[in-house]
């Protein structure tokens, strides 16, 4: 799960004074305070990372070793990306504490592609629709008028809804499993769920923060009593490994483009409120060229991910709410945060670890990680006044994303291009809201 939304520039920072901040932006605790600092962020944010891949490359079918390398290469790039964003080069990096990764937004996009594209279909789109970022970082203030709240949420509540049915299947065992809906698979699913709501709802600290995490690694444990597990995978991985430029390959695609260039656009808008966030939790004085800077990063961590074999990275926002609750505003921990996570992509056995754990493991906390996405969408619209127009916009936006995900044949005689864009009921969603907004009046009446 990436980020939340922009709705955190409210609800995450409310009530922060000075005299919270035991470490401000440039201050630099020492190394045996920053690291455990460092992994608290991590513990927060790993799972969101490391799902992404796990989400793709089970849609896509990769086999152990393809899932290992993709999981490997995704975290080392969320890690270089992070280093970039909090430390900073020349016109690159906000330089604000501010965790990166792989987002949600492109696992439709990702999964649409690579069904038709492979990996290297989808590196190449990841690769040029970067440039979308880096174009837009140059141009903050008029963007933001083309994705007012009533396109963010109808968005982000689509990135949730669309990606719940995947989650299910996870929990049943996944497609095509011979034990598809058995109850031994939606027993560990359901205590994975159960696990995760306790320590959200009545952990303190780090069992709250990082409650999804906690609850895959306890079904993960579960499972092997179980017989779930198969380790075969971890035995045949390297014990290390430096991610390899181009390993399958690129491709280049203009419907592939086409179809991130959409969500490239959400994570513009998200990116930017989650900056925000960060620098008021930090109790940093945002300008403009902090935001452009920020968004310029997301632009060539995305550039560099795709020829590291990465999917693109952005913001993520649960680190957000780590600042005020612990007092820790040192982008000095997060760059040790960066480092770690570049050095976990460098051990295979680790992205075999992550690899092999059971469907019904994932599809316990995907549930609920999916759910969260779309709730997160619902709380940007609470912001929208629904007249008639806006409503429209909603539910033409749902309508049509919703439909491309329950009913795909719709599109079988559509040109291959427009299969490839509009596959993903995020893009299409995507498409329509923000055609909508532009072309519908907007009237105070109506």
């Not at 020349?90 to 594209?117: E, Y």
């Not at 490994?241 to 280049?252: C, D, E, I, L, R």
């Not at 995305?302 to 007092?327: D, E, K, L």
């Not at 690899?355 to 619902?378: D, H, K, R, S």
Request: include cysteine; proline fraction near 5%; charge should be positive.
């Amino acid at each position: 799960m990436g980020k939340g939304s922009t709705e955190v520039i409210d609800n995450n920072v409310a009530g922060v004074s000075k005299d919270q901040l035991k470490y401000k932006i440039n201050d630099k605790p020492s190394l045996k305070v920053a690291i455990p600092l460092a992994i608290q962020h991590l513990v927060a944010v790993f799972s969101g990372i490391v799902a992404v891949p796990l989400v793709v490359g089970g849609v896509l079918g990769l086999s152990a070793s393809e899932m290992t390398f993709f999981v490997n290469a995704t975290l080392f790039m969320a890690g270089i990306a992070t280093i970039i964003q909090a430390y900073g080069f020349g016109p690159v990096g906000s330089r604000l504490p501010c965790v990166m990764g792989t987002d949600f937004t492109f696992v439709g996009p990702s999964i649409a592609v690579g069904s038709t594209l492979g990996l290297p279909g989808i590196f190449g789109a990841t690769i040029i629709g970067s440039f979308t970022e880096i174009i837009l970082s140059r141009f903050i203030k008029p963007l933001m008028k083309i994705f007012p709240p009533v396109v963010t949420g109808s968005v982000v509540s689509l990135i949730g809804i669309t990606m719940i049915p995947v989650a299910i299947d996870w929990a049943a065992g996944g497609v095509g499993s011979e034990s598809y809906g058995s109850l031994a698979n939606l027993f560990l699913a359901g205590i994975v769920m159960v696990i995760i709501i306790a320590l959200n709802q009545w952990g303190k600290g780090m069992l709250s923060s990082g409650a999804i995490l906690i609850g895959i690694i306890c079904g993960y444990l579960i499972s092997i009593p179980m017989g779930l597990l198969d380790t075969s995978a971890v035995s045949n991985a390297s014990w290390a490994s430096f991610p390899t430029p181009f390993k399958y390959g690129v491709k280049f695609s203009l419907p592939a483009i086409l179809c991130f260039i959409p969500a490239y656009l959400v994570t513009t808008v998200e990116s930017v409120g989650d900056l925000i966030a960060v620098g008021e939790a930090s109790q940093h004085e945002m300008e403009s060229k902090d935001l452009s800077r920020g968004l310029l990063a997301d632009g060539v961590g995305s550039f560099i991910a795709g020829i590291f074999n990465a999917g693109p990275n952005t913001s993520f926002s649960q680190n957000v709410g780590i600042i005020p609750i612990t007092g820790v505003a040192s982008r000095f921990v997060v760059v040790i945060a960066g480092i770690i996570l570049a050095l976990t992509g460098l051990f295979p056995k680790l992205g075999a670890l992550v690899a092999i754990m059971p469907n019904p493991v994932l599809g316990g906390a995907g549930i609920m990680m999916f759910g969260m996405i779309a709730v997160g969408g619902i709380k940007i619209l609470k912001q929208v006044n629904f007249s008639r127009r806006n409503s429209l916009v909603v539910a033409i936006s749902f309508g049509l994303g919703l439909a491309v995900v329950v009913r795909p044949d719709i599109l079988k005689n559509f040109p291959e291009w427009a299969k490839t864009i509009l596959h993903s009921g995020i893009t299409t969603g995507t498409i329509a809201a923000i055609l909508l907004n532009l072309i519908l009046p907007n009237k105070k009446d109506s």
